[in-house]
């Protein structure tokens, strides 16, 4: 399944559940009309008044309109009395923000924008798509092993792998638990296999599981879509969608950062994302295998200067844990 199937597809799901909802609400509007017929008889008294409200209101009748509105409210207060121990007779859908539309009904003051509940829709079917949201059933915070980190003080450190994983997990633990309450991003350095992708996974699941919106990708995959939409547009294997999610989601985390082939559209693009989270207040987390000197090289001193001035950087440092794993070199 592509991006643009998958998009299709979720809002496919929500045509259903709409017609599920009203398929449900006309069921138990036909009981209630059945067993109390004056409320169909108030429900089609107040279709014509509706009417009536709008023809005189545009006509300019201040009188008309001011009679209306009180037969209105009297017919409303009736209904409302007659329909006690029957409930509203509303329909009752999965997201009562956006009515399963997906979109949040535009009005003067903003135009119609995506529900939230979309967006993380979107986003489960890429994770899905992307087989991430299968990884991170096992590697969260209830699979962090502290058992895989060496004790051995590590001189130049000043402390062993242990002591810094265990520190680490403490930071990250507390940047979940105070998601909501506290503004701040994460910069996870360190070579390979030394566990920021894992930490970014047990990240990604505490908030997810907590109801929030998290968008996971690497940094060669985010410069694709970039790439993509800006000089591809009409060929597009990522959806223009995942750009939006970029910029909106909760947490943003960006893998692998220096693994990407920059260029000047991306190096662009990627100042643009880092620079808009900021000024929206909007969490990200980004790991790179690069140092700190590494990434001023690289990158422009814009983007550099953002990093060490707004986020908290924390260095990951030891043997590679993947080897590890692999060769049975778990430490009991």
Not at 6 to 20: G, K, L, N, P
Not at 78 to 99: H, K, P, Q, T, W
Not at 122 to 150: A, C, G, M, W
């Amino acid at each position: 399944m592509s991006y643009k199937v998958a998009f299709r597809q979720v809002m496919r799901d929500y045509e259903i559940s709409r017609t599920r909802a009203d398929a449900l609400l006309e069921e138990r509007r036909a009981q209630v009309y059945q067993s109390v017929p004056r409320v169909g008889e108030i429900d089609k008294e107040l279709g014509v008044l509706g009417a009536s409200l709008v023809r005189s209101a545009l006509g300019g009748d201040v009188s008309v309109v001011d009679e209306i509105r009180r037969d209105i409210n009297r017919l409303k207060e009736e209904r409302l009395l007659l329909l006690e121990g029957f409930g509203d007779l509303n329909a009752v859908y999965g997201c009562e923000i956006c009515s399963d539309t997906g979109y949040i009904q535009a009005t003067l003051e903003q135009p119609g924008v995506r529900c939230s509940c979309l967006k993380q829709r979107l986003i489960n079917e890429y994770y899905s798509l992307s087989n991430v949201k299968e990884i991170l059933q096992d590697e969260n915070f209830d699979t962090y092993d502290l058992r895989l980190f060496s004790d051995r003080l590590i001189e130049s450190e000043g402390f062993s792998p242990l002591v810094n994983m265990e520190q680490i997990y403490r930071l990250t633990t507390q940047f979940v638990e105070d998601f909501d309450k506290e503004f701040s991003n994460l910069l996870l350095y360190g070579g390979t296999g030394l566990g920021k992708t894992f930490v970014c996974h047990c990240i990604a699941k505490d908030l997810l599981d907590r109801g929030r919106t998290v968008l996971y990708l690497t940094a060669p995959r985010l410069c694709k879509v970039i790439e993509d939409y800006r000089f591809n547009r009409e060929s597009l294997t990522e959806p223009d969608e995942m750009l939006d999610a970029v910029d909106d989601v909760d947490l943003l985390i960006l893998d692998d950062l220096g693994a990407e082939v920059s260029t000047v559209v991306t190096s662009a693009a990627l100042f643009d994302i880092i620079n808009q989270r900021l000024i929206s207040r909007k969490h990200t987390v980004i790991s790179t295998n690069l140092t700190p000197t590494a990434l001023a090289v690289q990158y422009s001193e814009r983007i550099v200067s953002r990093f060490f001035g707004s986020y908290q950087i924390i260095k990951f440092f030891g043997e590679d844990i993947r080897v590890k794993k692999k060769y049975g070199g778990l430490r009991m």
